[in-house]
């Protein structure tokens, strides 16, 4: 998923439904970008911040107690997703108003009639690539 969005030192990744926090960890250790995880679960969240401890990349990375509906994605310049379709399809809209060029790449699932620019599969999963585009006139969320 980081290699498909072109993760690099410049960037500021926001992790949705981040979990255990292995992607920003790995993004900052790999790459050297910058991190934010967000997850509903305190429990996740402690393990992520636990992780990230241990792979030394608390200076990258941090982990945000809270619902990705009401979290400012404004300074993302990559999104990471790992959710079901439905979650995704509400959560389009808001991914529409970033800034135009910001880079999406989605686990396993896609968001409808939004085209993505790039669709592979790795082993058993999918991956789903998009750049937020200049005109957000994309096909009606579902």
Do not use: C
């Not at 072109?6 to 991190?35: C, H, M, Q, W």
């Not at 389009?92 to 880079?103: A, D, I, V």
């Not at 999406?104 to 585009?133: A, C, E």
């Amino acid at each position: 998923m980081l290699k498909v969005a072109k993760v690099g030192k410049n960037d500021v990744l926001y992790d949705l439904g981040s979990g255990d926090g292995r992607i920003p960890i790995t993004a900052a250790k790999e790459f050297g970008t910058r991190g934010v995880g967000v997850d509903i679960d305190p429990e996740r969240i402690q393990e992520a911040n636990e992780n990230a401890k241990q792979a030394k990349v608390t200076d990258k990375v941090k982990f945000l107690l809270g619902n990705l509906f009401e979290i400012d994605l404004s300074k993302a310049t990559v999104i990471s997703l790992y959710l079901m379709p439905d979650v995704n399809m509400k959560l389009r809209p808001k991914l529409l108003q970033l800034k135009p060029g910001t880079r999406i790449v989605s686990h396993n699932y896609d968001m409808g009639d939004w085209k993505p620019d790039q669709s592979l599969s790795v082993g058993n999963h999918r991956v789903f690539f998009w750049t937020v585009p200049e005109n957000k006139k994309v096909g009606a969320a579902k």
